[in-house]
């Protein structure tokens, strides 16, 4: 299993930035995706998550809604992270993670434990 984060990158605070995540090796559809991010210093938190198969659900950190939406395209086997009015305390490494679905009404999770495949990052800087 392959998760290649791409689309980091250097912007000034307010701008916009969109991550995407190639995914291969794995049935695409049957995972569940998340984001996470790791400050320096910091620990890996949750950004957002989306759920397996058509996306319907789909949850965001606090501080994180009403700026990022995570969206899916499954015939790509792609999952986006679209970044607005990005400041400074975004700046971070994002990474892509993929959680197998447990059942058909399983939930995505908010705790990287959940997830059973990583991609590598990319770094997010946000300049004020």
């Known amino acids: 299993v392959q998760l290649q984060a791409s689309g980091g990158g250097l912007v000034q605070s307010g701008g916009s930035l969109r991550l995407s995540c190639a995914a291969s090796?794995?049935?695409?559809?049957?995972?569940?995706m998340g984001w996470f991010r790791q400050a320096p210093g910091k620990e890996r938190e949750f950004v957002a998550t989306i759920s397996y198969g058509a996306g319907s659900t789909y949850y965001y950190a606090d501080s994180v809604k009403g700026r990022f939406t995570i969206s899916r395209d499954n015939a790509k086997a792609t999952v986006y992270l679209q970044m607005n009015s990005l400041n400074p305390e975004d700046t971070a490494v994002y990474y892509c993670?993929?959680?197998?679905?447990?059942?058909?009404?399983?939930?995505?999770?908010?705790?990287?434990?959940?997830?059973?495949?990583w991609g590598q990052g990319t770094q997010v800087t946000v300049s004020s």
């Open positions: 993670a993929a959680q197998r679905r447990r059942s058909v009404i399983s939930a995505p999770a908010l705790h990287g434990d959940e997830y059973d495949f």
């Open positions: 090796g794995l049935i695409f559809p049957s995972f569940h």
